[in-house]
């Protein structure tokens, strides 16, 4: 049974950084695309950025330039570098992983999922 669990999240002021973590638990080997995704409150979920077993990377354009997706395969971790928090970041944020050969910022091809980690950044 593949396990997500997200960590490092928190509450910052504007302007600082947070890294996010998500290990994967019960998968062998690394998975072949794995993303963040984000709920603020009151709006639905929204994708971050992809990273695939390539490690290329995507990035949705209102994070581009400040957040970094990286990866650990050997541990089979996921991370978020977030720098320059805004306000409007705030949300929980959910690391996805899919062993599809598909790579994309799409929720349906991700079935396995986190349970999420909050980030609040206050002006």
């Known amino acids: 049974q593949v396990q997500l669990v997200e960590s490092g999240g928190g509450s910052v002021q504007a302007g600082g950084s947070l890294r996010l973590s998500c290990a994967v638990f019960?998968?062998?080997?690394?998975?072949?695309?794995m993303a963040w995704f984000r709920q603020p409150p009151g709006k639905e979920r929204e994708w971050v950025a992809s990273?695939?077993?390539?490690?290329?990377?995507s990035y949705a354009d209102s994070v581009k330039g400040r957040f970094t997706i990286s990866q650990d395969k050997g541990k089979n971790i996921l991370y978020l570098q977030m720098d320059s928090l805004k306000p409007e970041d705030t949300a929980m944020y959910y690391c996805a992983a899919s062993n599809g050969s598909v790579c994309s910022l799409q929720e349906a091809i991700f079935p396995y999922w986190g349970q999420g980690t909050q980030v609040t950044v206050s002006s």
């Open positions: 990273i695939g077993s390539d490690d290329k990377t």
């Open positions: 019960g998968y062998t080997t690394s998975m072949s695309c």
